[in-house]
């Protein structure tokens, strides 16, 4: 779903009848002519296409991230998959007043980095990760990754953000990222190791254990590497949940 197929952006029109129009064919901004709804909204409606469409045409994410209900913001990803950053981190704890984070993995495209405390990992270089993407997907990240990074590293993360666990709940996968990917069948290379692993791998390595750290490693990359997997699962899921037509 794209965001030319939306109008629930539009001051008065809400679930109802964004799927009032579509039923009527108008499933695209181009369609509307102003008819099914009343005068006033149709007024809106029109406003709002065009300040829009300029704005979508520039690629100005940060202009749909603010007109969107939150709930709604799944439906940006089709337009900006291609400068769609995922990203999850590694953390020594869950209280980034005491702990600290260890790794930090980006995938976009078709490259994944990663970032290893006491080597690149650094304000400067958490900024240059994000700073390309015109959207960021995690997993949780709203709650967790990004509050930790930001009072870690004393940055500021302000990029529109997807946090997959809401969409998730909202199709009843509820749980951790691990069970979400069981439940929809993404399998990974090391089903067996969880965040308390990632902790003592950590410490193994901080003894000396390079194979630690490149187990850590690959295990940040599979959790951030399968969000991608999971985002075109529950988006493709929510479309055909939510929109009557075809895109």
């Known amino acids: 779903m794209r ?32 008819s099914v709804v009343g005068e006033t909204t149709a007024r809106r409606i029109a406003e709002f296409v065009d300040e829009a469409a300029p704005r979508l045409a520039d690629g100005d994410a940060r202009f749909f991230d603010g007109a969107f ?31 600290d984070v260890t790794t930090v993995t980006f995938h976009r495209g078709d490259e994944t980095t990663t970032l290893v405390q006491g080597d690149d990992l650094t304000a400067a270089t958490l900024r240059e990760q994000f700073a390309p993407a015109d959207l960021i997907v995690s997993f949780n990240g709203k709650r967790f990754d990004v509050p930790f990074l930001e009072q870690s590293f004393d940055l500021t993360i302000d990029v529109p953000h997807v946090d997959l666990l809401y969409p998730c709940k909202r199709l009843g996968l509820t749980g951790g990222l691990k069970q979400v990917e069981k439940d929809v069948g993404i399998e990974r290379d090391r089903p067996d190791l969880s965040g308390r692993d990632a902790v003592r791998l950590w410490r193994q390595y901080e003894r000396g254990d390079d194979a630690a750290l490149d187990t850590l ?15 075109d699962l529950v988006t493709e899921s929510l479309h055909d949940e939510t929109f009557v037509g075809s895109a």
């Open 3 to 34: 965001i030319e197929n939306s109008f629930i952006p539009v001051r008065g029109v809400g679930a109802k009848t964004e799927r009032r129009l579509w039923e009527h064919g108008i499933t695209h901004w181009d369609d509307f002519d102003g």
């Open 69 to 99: 209900p939150s709930k709604e913001r799944w439906r940006l990803y089709e337009n900006f998959r291609d400068s769609t950053c995922f990203f999850d981190i590694e953390t020594t704890g869950l209280d980034a007043a005491r702990n």
């Open 217 to 231: 490693v690959s295990y940040n990359r599979d959790d951030t590497e399968n969000l991608r997997t999971l985002m």
